[in-house]
């Protein structure tokens, strides 16, 4: 077998503008399964730009996106989560007047089935107990910690194969952090792939077995997480010299 | 004055204030669940709600079908009426400003008027399919019409309520009202569930429409007075609030029966927009509405 159908996820030479504003040049990006890859790079470089694209949000002018050995350049967003990827946006947004369990049953929506709906609510309950006490509350009256749990378990509800996730740490308190970087240990553990974008950058090359750093739009480095994190121009660049 | 503070004469008007405010609060609700899930102010709401008012009028004259047995025809009309205008329309207008959606949907209300005047005339249209009076305890008493018609759109509202509330559709027009990009990282076909949306808001002005035909001569001209109260409605019970609408509509039905009893019905016609100034002046979003950021 060739290595590039080992890939989960696979972009070529993938550009993305809005407007007359070119955001993306000819980024590379592979993602194995089984392994946690993660995006760092400053405000600007295009990190989330990059997800967006996989998710249909943004526009892809050139290039390809793969999953799955199948292109999914310029499918709609609303048939991604079909194909099993999981989307966890950034700022954890949820449906603040929704209730806890209405918003992880939006996560399922494509389920027409009310028992398999209720079957995959229970499964993510289990994992997330925080979740049950409060499924009757409307989201809006969460912790911040408490909506990013939230979001990740609506991108669960699914079982998808990949979760991607924007920006899981920003704005949480020390705390919450830790508990949302263990989670997304347990996720890989369960033989989830992930796929993030963490301004957190020192923190997310401890755990990436992969990592892409960009600048301006384009790759500039990219190895295993540990190899980034010990890399002196890395270091320099991306993780506040030291 | 005195003979006015009389409780019954006070339980005559609550009990007609309401029921003339459940047709408000149905009307109201469908103009804010359009707004509420795609912040496009439908100045053509009023003008659905006459279309469902003519076809009742011509289901009457030319096969004498019962306006409560056209309803549900009627409404089903509407809806892909609605669901059609969403698709060829009001979709291209969705995320522009709010003046390109005032406009377009202004344009629209004209152009309906127009061929309503064109095709009925201006002549004041009626369907007394209802007649007689209801007497609660006696003494209380409500023209059939007038109470079936409240009735029927206090049923139609609460339906459209638990429908979002409940079920898996409802839900994602909850959801797409909130936040349309994470709606459609779920999996919902936003497009789709506007095209649903405008839809259930155009049956929702289409049932007000049967019901207006039974207790109001119309004409294609009677549009404007009803989006006007319509929007001081959402206005005081909060913009995209459905029980912000339903309870504002409940309101101004009240406060307009007591104003017409109390003072005069010239005055319960501008009440509206009076009760709005103060609620305002009270509350600036609205009597259920949040704070914008």
């Not at chain 1, 050995?69 to 079909?82: L, S, V």
């Not at chain 1, 020390?174 to 301004?199: A, C, H, N, S, W």
């Not at chain 1, 002196?232 to 660049?237: A, E, N, W």
């Not at chain 2, 409404?75 to 009426?81: D, G, I, Q, S």
Request: some cysteine; charged content about 15%.
């Amino acid at each position: 077998m060739s290595g590039n159908n080992s890939k989960l996820l696979k972009i070529r030479a993938l550009d993305v503008s809005y407007g007359s504003v070119q955001v993306l040049f000819g980024i590379d990006l592979d993602v194995t399964p089984g392994e946690i890859v993660s995006i760092i790079g400053p405000n600007g470089a295009g990190k989330s730009t990059v997800i967006k694209a996989v998710i249909g949000i943004a526009p892809a002018q050139r290039g390809s996106i793969h999953f799955k050995g199948r292109e999914i350049t310029r499918q709609p967003a609303h048939e991604i989560p079909a194909l099993g990827i999981g989307y966890v946006p950034q700022g954890r947004i949820v449906f603040a007047e929704m209730t806890v369990t209405e918003n992880l049953e939006m996560g399922a929506f494509l389920l027409k089935d009310g028992k398999r709906v209720r079957d995959a609510v229970d499964r993510v309950f289990s994992e997330f107990p925080r979740l049950h006490e409060r499924r009757k509350q409307n989201a809006g009256r969460l912790s911040g910690g408490e909506q990013q749990m939230l979001a990740i378990g609506r991108a669960l509800m699914l079982d998808p194969e990949l979760v991607i996730l924007d920006e899981p740490s920003l704005g949480l308190s020390p705390k919450y952090v830790d508990i949302i970087f263990e989670k997304l240990m347990g996720l890989k553990e369960q033989g989830r792939t992930l796929l993030m974008v963490e301004q957190n950058a020192a923190r997310a090359l401890s755990v990436s077995d992969h990592a892409y750093a960009l600048e301006l739009g384009k790759n500039r480095f990219s190895d295993t997480g540990q190899a980034l994190l010990n890399n002196t121009d890395v270091r320099k660049m991306y993780l506040g010299g030291a | 004055m005195m003979e006015l503070l009389d409780p019954i004469v006070l339980t005559q008007f609550a009990v007609g204030g309401i029921l003339a405010g459940a047709l408000y609060a149905l009307l109201a609700c469908g103009l804010n669940l359009v707004f509420g899930v795609m912040k496009v102010i439908n100045l053509a709401h009023a003008e659905l709600m006459l279309l469902g008012s003519f076809l009742t009028w011509l289901l009457f004259t030319t096969f004498e079908i019962h306006p409560l047995v056209a309803l549900p025809f009627i409404m089903v009309v509407l809806f892909f009426f609605g669901y059609g205008l969403q698709r060829v329309l009001i979709e291209r207008i969705v995320g522009t400003t709010e003046l390109s959606s005032l406009m377009v949907t202004y344009g629209l209300a004209i152009i309906m008027m127009n061929l309503g005047l064109l095709i009925f005339s201006s002549d004041f249209k009626a369907v007394p399919a209802l007649q007689g009076a209801w007497f609660l305890w006696d003494e209380i008493i409500i023209s059939i019409p007038r109470g079936v018609a409240g009735i029927v759109a206090l049923l139609v509202t609460l339906s459209v309520y638990l429908f979002l509330e409940k079920a898996r559709i409802g839900k994602a027009i909850r959801a797409v009202a909130e936040h349309a990009d994470v709606a459609l990282i779920c999996g919902i076909d936003v497009v789709k569930i506007r095209m649903i949306t405008f839809g259930l808001s155009a049956a929702m002005a289409g049932a007000a429409g049967v019901m207006l035909s039974m207790i109001y001569s119309f004409s294609p001209e009677t549009g404007p007075d009803f989006i006007l109260k319509c929007f001081a409605i959402i206005i005081i019970g909060g913009m995209g609030n459905f029980a912000g609408a339903f309870f504002g509509g409940l309101l101004l039905g009240v406060v307009e029966a007591f104003t017409a009893g109390f003072i005069s019905t010239q005055w319960a016609e501008g009440v509206a927009y009076m009760l709005l100034v103060i609620i305002l002046l009270v509350r600036p979003t609205g009597l259920r509405g949040k704070a914008h950021a």
